[in-house]
């Protein structure tokens, strides 16, 4: 680990292979002890520790690095505002799904309910519209990733046809490759490597038959996979543990059965990022994230932070039912009250919700936001602080964002947001990153 990154690395590294683990085999590696450096932990000093586990490089924080100000801080006001309530239609969005800028300034806004791309120069101006909503070649039915390949090619994901479409900057379809996806699961997104190969996310593998659900909750077995080139198979190169899924059985008396299935916010969850050779992941539970490589199927790093989780008690679960109670209207308090009741909490609050892999090659962490606060539009939960890692995995501090904005995008010196108004209807706003002023950042 090259001295630059301030981290005291561990001077016994055994030239052990990096194992192929999945999910189940990750929670007794990273707990355990790292061979010839003692307990994964913080030095008395303060300072963050490197240590290796298995192969794994394993670097701990402390509890205060969770606290720290970034040295940077967003703009008070956007320097670029793209959308309109009654302006062309081409300007009014319904749900951004994702945003990525080009080499030129310009930037491609994928729009989920036109299923289309639209081009925006770099003032702001529409250019072009690139797909449009269909099931045939570069055509799109449920878009959900959007990513900037070299020379402004754009691949596009989209789940429901099950295709990955790469576009020329003039918008002409370059390539277009249906997945074989069948028996696999449902994907829910896919990231570009720098070697050309794509991995795609499984949310949850294909289970087959199973009997009826019950009532509880049921944690996915999420898959990666890459895709190396046209008409080849997909190879699964990890298994991990995916979201934890709230499911609801009633059976009315009419015989039927109404099954519903959700992920409340206090859960496990699914966060993935994917930029140049790695990928990382967390559930969300811990104050920890990975960093996988995909050519080689493995896990390269883990970042900790060595601080306590927050309780979920009986205090916390009571001013969640207070906040709820006050807000809802006099004939839905009695089911607030029941739900609260019977609801089997976990022991801690999640602290992480949210995971963004910026352009920049720094990682961003949203957390978690008590009592959550919900987007329109289904664009999740409003995560107004982030803390920023380094590629090697130091910490740069925290960052604070506006109310009611979505991060979509992250480079060195600006982030992209869409921001929701009083209407709930989404603009993309770009906020330059600047300095902090002196004496405002907390060590």
């Known amino acids: 680990m090259p001295s630059s990154t301030g981290l005291a690395p561990c001077t016994h590294r055994p030239p052990v292979r990096r194992p192929r683990l999945g999910g189940a085999l990750l929670a007794g590696v990273l707990i355990g002890m790292a061979p010839g450096c003692g307990e994964l932990g913080t030095e008395s000093g303060g300072e963050p520790v490197v240590a290796d586990s298995a192969g794994i490089t394993v670097v701990t924080h402390p509890a205060a690095a969770a606290d720290q ?79 900037r390949l070299p020379g402004d090619t754009l691949l596009a994901w989209d789940s429901g046809t099950g295709r990955l479409s790469w576009f020329d900057p003039e918008g002409n379809l370059i390539r277009d490759d249906r997945l074989a996806t069948e028996g696999l699961g449902r994907i829910s997104t896919a990231y570009a490597m720098d070697d050309g190969t794509v991995t795609l996310v499984v949310v949850d593998r294909a289970r087959g038959p199973s009997g009826l659900p019950e009532d509880g909750i049921r944690r996915n077995q999420s898959v990666l996979v890459q895709w190396e080139k046209p008409d080849a198979d997909l190879r699964e190169w990890a298994e991990v543990l995916g979201a934890e899924m709230l499911i609801s059985v009633e059976s009315p008396s009419d015989g039927r059965m109404l099954i519903s299935m959700g992920q409340p916010w206090y859960t496990a969850a699914l966060l993935t990022a ?77 602290p992480l919700r949210g995971l963004v892999a910026g352009a920049d090659g720094r990682l961003w962490l949203g957390l978690t936001r008590v009592p959550p606060v919900r987007l329109p539009g289904g664009a999740g939960a409003e995560l107004r602080e982030w803390l920023v890692l380094e590629a090697d995995g130091s910490v740069v501090g925290r960052v604070s964002l506006p109310p009611r904005t979505q991060l979509v995008h992250a480079d060195a010196d600006y982030l992209l947001l869409v921001r929701f108004d009083e209407l709930d209807l989404p603009y993309l706003e770009r906020f330059p990153l600047q300095a902090r002023p002196d004496g405002e950042v907390e060590e």
């Open 274 to 350: 994917g930029a140049g050779d790695r990928v990382w992941r967390t559930d969300g539970t811990r104050w920890e994230v990975e960093a996988w490589d995909p050519s080689q199927g493995a896990l390269e790093t883990v970042v900790r932070l060595d601080r306590p989780l927050d309780p979920f008690d009986a205090a916390f679960i009571r001013e969640l039912e207070a906040g709820e109670l006050e807000a809802a209207d006099d004939d839905r308090r009695d089911a607030v009250r029941r739900r609260h009741r019977s609801t089997e909490y976990p022991d801690s609050i999640p």
């Open 69 to 147: 100000e970034a040295p940077f801080t967003l703009s008070p006001d956007p320097d670029l505002r793209i959308g309109t309530l009654d302006g062309p239609e081409e300007e009014r969005f319904s749900r951004i799904i994702a945003a990525v800028p080009l080499s030129d300034g310009a930037i491609a806004v994928l729009e989920g309910a036109d299923r289309e791309i639209r081009v925006f120069d770099a003032e702001g101006r529409f250019v072009r519209r690139i797909g449009r909503a269909g099931d045939g070649p570069g055509e799109l039915r449920i878009p959900q990733a959007l990513q």
